[in-house]
């Protein structure tokens, strides 16, 4: 499966990815207003221009993004009756919320104090917290995920390894970098690993976006759905 022009699915993807584009550089211009030599940055003042503030600009494209996930996966599973593809809506139906609502940062707070977790290795208490929640949930969906897997066909099965894939991708942004730029005290190194996790994330999303409505256009037009796992790792080659 390669992008081309000449399908509707890499159009989206090269739409995502522009709009990607265009909150990053905002993101430059809100960052570069520290910077005195930098006057006209001064425009860009406004916090919501920051791709890491919640209910900013480029997070509500992100739930945008979300939602839509959640409305794909909701149609495939009607079509195809499928408890996989549930299990994969409601997954990100909860990323939605959880991004929206930040769920595992509120509960993570009242947990951490609730047991008493003190900070360590440069973490949190709070972020120990946090972690618990997401394992939690965590585990639920990757128990709906699995036994919808086993009932499912060949098909969809590769697919779901795919998405699993992208799925460890978006943890790697969300977690392993988070915890990381916490753990940073130099303040040009914590910008650059936020850009690093946030962007990270914005563009997982929109490929795994590309990806499901390339799944979604072939199941519609009664194609036979073909998955190349090469081309999920390197998405942008043509």
């Not at 495939?76 to 939605?96: E, I, Q, T, V």
């Not at 970098?177 to 190194?189: G, P, R, S, V, Y």
Request: net charge neutral; proline share 1%.
């Amino acid at each position: 499966m390669q992008l081309s022009f000449r399908n509707n699915s890499a159009k989206i993807f090269y739409l995502l990815l522009a709009t990607d584009v265009f909150f990053f550089l905002l993101h430059f211009l809100f960052q570069c207003k520290q910077y005195s030599y930098f006057g006209f940055c001064n425009k860009f003042s406004n916090q919501l221009f920051s791709i890491s503030r919640d209910l900013g600009y480029a997070e509500f494209f992100q739930y945008i993004k979300e939602y839509w996930l959640v409305l794909l996966f909701a149609v495939l599973a009607w079509k195809n009756r499928s408890l996989l593809y549930s299990a994969w809506s409601l997954l990100f139906g909860y990323l939605l919320l959880d991004d929206s609502w930040r769920i595992h940062e509120k509960w993570g707070f009242l947990i951490s104090n609730k047991l008493g977790f003190t900070a360590a290795f440069g973490l949190r208490a709070g972020d120990f917290g946090e972690m618990l929640v997401s394992a939690f949930f965590g585990s639920v969906f990757f128990i709906l995920i699995a036994l919808g897997y086993r009932l499912s066909n060949r098909t969809d099965k590769k697919i779901s390894q795919s998405l699993i894939f992208l799925l460890l991708a978006l943890a790697f942004f969300g977690i392993v970098t988070d915890a990381i730029d916490i753990m940073i005290k130099l303040e040009f190194l914590k910008h650059f690993m936020t850009f690093i996790e946030d962007g990270g994330e914005h563009i997982v999303i929109s490929v795994i976006v590309w990806f499901v409505y390339d799944i979604f256009e072939q199941a519609h037009q009664k194609l036979p759905v073909s998955v190349n796992q090469s081309a999920i790792a390197s998405p942008t080659q043509i």
